[in-house]
């Protein structure tokens, strides 16, 4: 069943829809009908999960927008929307009208390139100049150190222009995710990409982040890592620590999916002056005593773990949305895409889920707004470093 919400004004619209049909072709079918409530849509997103990437779907809202139109998207792990979520099913989100522009690029083998990967996907700015922009990326969410594409990305686009954006994900199978890009004339099904996705508005643009946890126990210097993998933890093997710390047995190494859920409740805080980045702890390696994070976790760093309660970390959602909506400098916000991090959602459940859409929907009040359940959210406006876990990134547009 479709369900979509849409707002026009001022010569600008923006429309979201969401289908949780099992045939690919029919549920991007009826979602991009309910999207695309204008004409001539500047950009159509399509987020979708493993099973729903298929050529048919994508033909299916190929169908429906104009010869310039950009639709770009990604594989996810649950979609989102004003409406419901969805394991299974697509969202699209498009907009349109006057004061708009968007450019794109793609930059592919990101695994092997992450900074310069970073860089080529934040070139698409220069052709964009308008007063308000934001640099969009869809990355794929197994590339790993993901904080090196922030990193080629800020190069380029400076202090000055947010960053916004989520990492592909595939159910947390950590399989393989699958990012799209292209038009009415064609749209590729790529992995190991990025796609970078210029924004330009005659009106303000609002980024918010936030994510609910509290530290919790003594600090910790991480004392030696490498990207995302931090061997030692005050000078003894991470891994070690780790387990101490929250109770838990070696055997729990055997299942990699136990060891995920009982880590998930606990990931990793690093400080920074805006407060915690978070970096979820996804695996331990036996053999050098080590434990693997989906991010960057630098060396010297002061660090916690991390927890919350169903209450506070549902609460995050409308945080950031909030956020967002108070930098369009008193604007009513047309519409808003959302980053949901995918280990937040399997922390929260069913019901938290619930609850956590309902705060976006108190926080953006007649305001649609759709999205996916990430591998790692993008988002820098100023302090944090620009790559997230367990957290809620809202880009909100007036």
């Not at 790529?190 to 303000?204: F, H, K, Q």
Request: net charge negative; charged share 20%; glycine share 14%.
């Amino acid at each position: 069943m479709d369900r979509s919400v849409s707002t026009h004004r001022d010569g600008r619209w923006f429309g979201t829809g969401h289908s949780t049909l099992t045939d690919p072709g029919a549920a991007g079918a009826e979602a991009a009908a309910a999207a695309i409530t204008g004409n001539d849509p500047v950009v159509v997103f399509v987020f979708c999960s493993v099973g729903h990437h298929t050529a048919k779907m994508l033909d299916a809202v190929r169908e429906r927008v104009a010869a310039d139109t950009v639709i770009v998207g990604c594989s996810t792990s649950g979609q989102l929307s004003g409406g419901a979520t969805s394991k299974d099913g697509v969202v699209v989100a498009a907009w349109g009208g006057t004061g708009f522009a968007v450019r794109t690029h793609v930059s592919r083998d990101l695994s092997n390139r992450l900074r310069d990967s970073g860089v080529e996907a934040a070139s698409c700015l220069g052709a964009v100049d308008h007063p308000h922009r934001a640099l969009l990326m869809l990355g794929d969410g197994l590339a790993g150190n993901q904080h090196e594409i922030v990193r080629g990305a800020f190069s380029v686009a400076g202090a000055a222009v947010p960053l916004v954006g989520g990492c592909a994900g595939d159910q947390l199978t950590f399989t393989r995710t699958y990012q799209f890009h292209g038009g009415r004339d064609g749209v590729e099904i790529l992995s190991d990409a990025l796609i970078g996705v210029a924004i330009g508005s005659d009106a303000p643009l609002g980024v918010g982040i936030a994510h609910g946890w509290h530290k919790t126990g003594s600090a910790m210097i991480v004392t030696r890592s490498q990207g995302g993998r931090v061997h030692e933890l005050d000078g003894e093997p991470a891994l070690d620590v780790l387990l101490r710390l929250l109770g838990l047995d070696e055997s729990i190494l055997d299942d990699p999916d136990a060891f995920r859920q009982a880590t998930f409740p606990h990931p990793l805080g690093l400080s920074r002056r805006s407060g915690e980045d978070i970096r979820v702890i996804h695996d331990g390696d036996r053999s050098d005593r080590s434990v693997i994070c989906l991010a960057d976790v630098p060396e010297g760093a002061l660090a916690w773990l991390m927890e919350t309660d169903p209450g506070a970390l549902a609460a995050a959602a409308g945080q950031s949305g909030r956020q967002a909506l108070d930098m369009l400098a008193g604007r009513p916000a047309l519409g808003s895409l959302v980053f949901d991090c995918s280990a937040r959602r399997l922390t929260l459940g069913e019901d938290g889920v619930g609850r956590e859409r309902d705060g976006l929907l108190e926080a953006l009040p007649d305001v649609p707004f759709a999205g996916f359940y990430t591998n790692g959210e993008f988002a820098r406006v100023r302090g944090a470093l620009g790559m997230h876990h367990f957290t809620v990134v809202t880009l909100a547009l007036a």
